[in-house]
């Protein structure tokens, strides 16, 4: 299983971007999938994840509201629209997909993408 993220910039504080992760090397059920982040200096942290169908979501608290992670299963592709950024968004994004259950916990994720750098200039 091979998870590619792209689209990660530089954008301004109170500007939006949208970052994707296409999942490839394996079809049948789809993955849970989430979002994390690792600013530097600080460890990896859990933004998003999002159920198989994609009906059920989660969250880090400061996100809510700004984020939404959503799904295409026929494109194999997984999104974060990042609305409202703020400077301390800044970090590489990584996308991460389990067999298992939705989790917070980054060592639930069998599986990475090689990360995405998102950079909001105050």
């Known amino acids: 299983v091979q998870l590619q993220a792209s689209g990660g910039g530089l954008v301004q504080a109170g500007g939006s971007l949208r970052v994707s992760c296409l999942v490839s090397?394996?079809?049948?059920?789809?993955?849970?999938m989430g979002w994390f982040r690792q600013a530097p200096g600080k460890e990896r942290e859990f933004v998003a994840s999002?159920?198989?169908?994609?009906?059920?979501?989660n969250y880090e608290e400061s996100v809510k509201g700004r984020f939404t992670i959503s799904r295409d299963n026929v494109k194999n592709l997984l999104y974060l629209q990042m609305d409202s950024l703020k400077p301390e968004d800044t970090a590489v994004y990584y996308c991460?997909?389990?067999?298992?259950?939705?989790?917070?916990?980054?060592?639930?994720?069998?599986?990475w993408g090689q990360g995405t750098l998102v950079t909001v200039s105050s």
């Open positions: 991460a997909a389990t067999a298992e259950f939705q989790s917070r916990d980054w060592r639930s994720y069998e599986y």
């Open positions: 090397g394996r079809a049948g059920t789809p993955f849970v």
């Open positions: 999002i159920s198989r169908s994609g009906r059920a979501t």
